[in-house]
């Protein structure tokens, strides 16, 4: 039971290049977050999905776009990157549909972007 | 929409001691109260959480506080370790915003030997 798994653990990009995050849970979890975490502004809540079909923007959506393939993986798109979306990404699952529930997060992932 | 505001952003106490740190929200709507514990470099992972109907809960040296009335909520360790070192961030949820959970800014938690 591996829990929350996130790919890749670190990456670099130039502005303007795209890439995807890939998160997957085991838990047989509903619902799925994406947040990015920045020194001194705690975890801002990117985009989330309630069940699988469903997606919703959090705090600071702009930028990003997501993909619930399946029950198991939820995925962050960044189309063009930018020097301001330079953080740690981290996903995280919870067990019940639109419910209060303890959140299990992954990992995380670094980006640089130059 | 929900903020929450936590302080201090930095605590330093000596091993034993006890660390206070508090947390307000605005969403009078909001009923689930979680809190995380971060180490340097590794993942958020939940250490105690509050609802609403319940005013304060413990789990041996860590135990939280609520009080709805003021919308403000809080963690106290006792007997502090130097593992207790790390971040520690609290959260608000409520029904009507889908259970997002929002998270405030930080306490950096120093235990000195």
């Known amino acids: 039971n591996a829990g929350v798994t996130q790919t890749p653990k670190f990456q670099v990009l130039k502005t303007g290049q795209s890439m995807t995050l890939q998160c997957a849970q085991d838990m047989n979890h509903n619902s799925m977050y994406w947040y990015r975490q920045d020194p001194g502004m705690g975890l801002r809540l990117i985009y989330y999905s309630a069940s699988e079909g469903t997606t919703d923007k959090g705090e600071v959506p702009n930028g990003y776009n997501v993909s619930r393939l399946n029950k198991r993986e939820f995925s962050l798109r960044l189309e063009s990157a930018a020097p301001s979306q330079t953080s740690v990404y981290f996903c995280?699952?919870?067990?019940?549909?639109?419910?209060?529930?303890?959140?299990?997060f992954g990992p995380g992932t670094r980006l640089t972007v130059l | 929409g929900e903020n929450v505001e936590q302080h201090p952003s930095t605590l330093s106490v000596q091993e034993g001691d006890s660390a206070v740190i508090k947390c307000t929200y605005s969403?009078?709507?909001?009923?689930?109260f979680p809190w995380y514990k971060q180490e340097l470099g590794k993942r958020p992972q939940l250490i105690i959480d509050?609802?609403?109907?319940?005013g304060e809960k413990k789990d041996q040296r860590i135990a939280v506080t609520l009080n709805k009335t003021a919308k403000h909520f809080s963690l106290h360790i006792t007997e502090t370790q130097p593992e207790d070192s790390a971040v520690y961030f609290c959260?608000?949820?409520?029904?009507?915003?889908?259970?997002?959970?929002?998270f405030g800014q930080g306490t950096e938690l120093s235990v000195k030997p």
């Open positions: 995280a699952s919870s067990g019940r549909t639109t419910s209060t529930d303890t959140q299990y």
């Open positions: 969403d009078s709507a909001s009923n689930y």
């Open positions: 959260a608000a949820s409520s029904y009507n915003q889908g259970g997002k959970l929002i």
């Open positions: 509050i609802r609403s109907n319940v």
